[in-house]
């Protein structure tokens, strides 16, 4: 049916460019008796006449036929589809006002098509007829109402109902309650979760901290929506971006500084931290004799940093290398501070008993794990300190993308980690800006206290989006308990195509709906319907797994303020048009990377002379 729509218009477009031009065609010698006879016998009735009436009916049949044929797409600009339209109506009703010629059939021909081409991209986004779509892909009713607030997240989505496909929203009114984002490789979260996310806080003003595992993916797509949408900020934010593997375009930040260390409690969780991370598999041994003495090694030599000459030496690189000091040496400076007696207790008690082997291997087992961060680059960008992790400060906001590298998880993940750490506790506190905090794949770093921030951030205007590809990645990598922890605060969840276990726990979690059926039973002199109901899932595991790239399920928080219903929502996100900036992360050291590489280096030197230099100082000391 679709097709003699199309027929039926291109046939009136021949007739236009033939009819009314037929002198060019005579001309041309493309004409003959049977064409004289029919475009005379039209030309004495009168009928075709005016071109408007002609024109105006094939524009009809081309609507027709762009408008109910089968195909969608969400993808399309509506700018396109106007400009389209609008050209191709402007230049196939005009093309009626010019002379007959070549002009004159160019101009219609390219009118109808540009109409054409837009009618066709229009009836995709607004198809008038589903009634192909299959049963498999119908959903629920869902939010089809755009409710935003100064905090909201707002992403359009297109689901399937009832053989139609409608348009609806997402719309996380409550960011703050916390975002889990599910979904195996290839699903689409960076595209249609996280990138929309980073558009939508970035037009609302948000600070943000952004871990970029696989950078510099979500790093550019910042950098690009800040420069689009940098006026939505009241106080312009500053932009920060750790890349370990890039000393030239990465900043300088110091995880150990001592505005962090208030506190000898704090040095303690800082080296629960390292230590985790360093070595993941630690946790299943943490009441290990050795485990524990590795973390009380590296708590006591970083409250020692913190207390000696103010702080001078306070920074990772140089706890790395005071840790490969002769411990001799080290514990006989250690000695002589007061303020670290209940640290060095149980390693003094074994210096007093002359139990070197057990102490020898007391302090390996800090040694051994954090022998790996002995690295030149590594010592270059924790040696410094370009920037405070206040990033949510009103009078000084900022926005950090902290990059990782999957070929180095291991190494950049442990100081990535305890940044990330430190920035919890800065961020988490009253009478700041609202906040942003995106994680991209979780598991592959250990962060202490992410589930008391998701909990108690709310308050402080923290919105946390953490993404994984499965729970039970997740469970892998946080104990048990924790990861339960994390996966029942989240109050927003995002899930992509997901197999097994965590398929179904989502499929329970949406509830269930009562489905009608019916049955005609046939006797012998009549008929009887049967009419049933049964509960069944709203989203069944299959259908989960079965989610196309982009298309997500989930269920949203909503406030008192805002009642969204229904809050579970299963269909293809839009995530809109990229932005309109296309910059990459610049330079921020005027240097050449030969020149770049002689300062790491010198760099590396200065530490490692330092530390070995006030160990000598205060050997000699001791000695006088």
Known sequence: MYTWFFLLSGGILVFIVYYYAYPMWVALGLSNWLTDNIVRNFYLSGSMAAQLPVRLACLFFVSLYAF??????????????VGLMVSGLALFLGAGMLPPGIIFVIISVTGYLLYLFGAIALGRLYRSFDGDLPDYWDTFPQCEELIENEDSINIPITYQYKKKLRKGYVNVVSPQRGTMVLGTPGSGKSYSVYGPYIRGMVQKGYALCVYD????????????????NYDCYPMKPKMFVVNFDDPLHSHRFNPIHPRYLQDPVDS????????????????????????????????????????????????FPHLIELMGQDYRAVFDILERYDELEVKRNTFMDAMKDNAFEQLQGQIASARVPLN?????TLYWILSGDDFSLDINNPEEPKIVCIANNPRRQSVYGTTLALMMSQLFKQVNVPGKMHSGILIDELP????????????????????????????????????????????????????????????????????????????LQQGDTSEHLTISYQLRDVLPPDKIEALSQGSFCGYIADTFKQKIHPKVFCGEIDAGLPPKSNASVPKLIDLSEVQMRLLVEQNYKRIRLEVANFVQEEMGKGKG
């Open 444 to 519: 592959t770093i250990y962060l202490k206290g992410l589930d008391n921030l998701i909990d108690t951030g709310r308050s402080n205007k923290v919105a946390v989006v953490i993404g994984a590809q499965d729970k039970s990645q997740l469970v892998r990598d946080y104990d048990d308990k924790e990861s339960e922890v994390i996966f029942n605060t989240v109050g927003n969840v995002f899930a992509g195509a997901v197999k097994g276990d965590t398929a179904k726990e989502l499929a329970q979690s949406f509830g269930k709906a009562e489905k009608e059926s019916h049955s």
């Open 68 to 81: 109910v044929r089968s195909g969608s797409s969400k993808h399309t600009d509506w700018k396109l589809i």
């Open 268 to 315: 303690t969780e800082i080296a629960e931290l390292i230590l985790k991370n360093a070595n993941r598999g630690e946790e299943k041994n943490s009441n290990d004799f050795f485990t524990l003495s590795a973390r009380c090694y590296v708590d006591l030599l970083i409250w020692f940093l913190k207390i000696y000459k103010k702080g001078k030496y306070c920074t």
């Open 213 to 228: 595992y696989k950078a510099p993916d979500l790093t550019e797509r910042v950098l690009n929506e800040l420069l689009d």
């Open 372 to 376: 790996r961060f002995s690295s030149k």
